[in-house]
């Protein structure tokens, strides 16, 4: 299991919501071809209110015009991220884009179980607003194993609320890899 995740944050803020990760204009793509599911990195975020220069809150688009994948595969954001619709198309979106992990200070309920029981991204939560002190841009490494998140580019580390099994879960691809595994899935035989 690779405990380390390294790569650039995308910074964000308070209450981003499913409708926000993924508009549902674009819930209209079949989630089983190869080339549709495309579409969901493609329009990743897409819904983040633009500021004055045009730009959404991040400061830059999470994938660039033309692109389907995001340069940025670690989102740091404020509290409430996910709230919400209940779509599971939300962290799936973020992880067709290319998002490993999401570090909040905390989550919608519905969408942190989604973000697990699909094996999507990984939700780490923050004790403190790191959305504030962190540059979207900035690389970043992300220590699992200690729940622990260093911005090498500013050179500060930051301590994270532990996850237990959820990393597992997460790595596994979801609630159901994960029990087949670890043979935690009553038999079928009588």
Avoid: W
């Amino acid at each position: 299991m690779d405990t380390i995740i390294q790569g650039k944050a995308y910074v964000l803020g308070k209450n981003i919501d499913t409708d926000q990760i993924i508009p549902a204009e674009h819930l209209v793509y079949s989630l089983s071809d190869p080339e549709e599911v495309k579409m969901y990195g493609k329009y990743a975020l897409s819904g983040v209110p633009i500021d004055q220069a045009g730009l959404p809150e991040g400061g830059v688009p999470f994938v660039e015009e033309g692109d389907f994948a995001s340069p940025y595969s670690i989102i740091v954001a404020g509290p409430n991220f996910g709230c919400g619709s209940s779509r599971e198309h939300a962290p799936f979106a973020l992880k067709v884009a290319g998002a490993k992990a999401i570090i909040a200070e905390s989550y919608a309920r519905i969408f942190y179980r989604n973000c697990v029981d699909g094996g999507f991204v990984i939700p780490f939560e923050t004790p403190q607003p790191l959305n504030k002190s962190i540059m979207t841009g900035d690389e970043l490494s992300l220590d699992m194993e200690n729940n622990r998140l260093t911005n090498l580019t500013q050179n500060i580390t930051y301590e994270l609320r532990p996850l237990g099994d959820v990393v597992n879960i997460v790595q596994a691809g979801g609630i159901f890899e994960y029990a087949r595994k670890n043979d935690l899935m009553a038999s079928s035989e009588a």
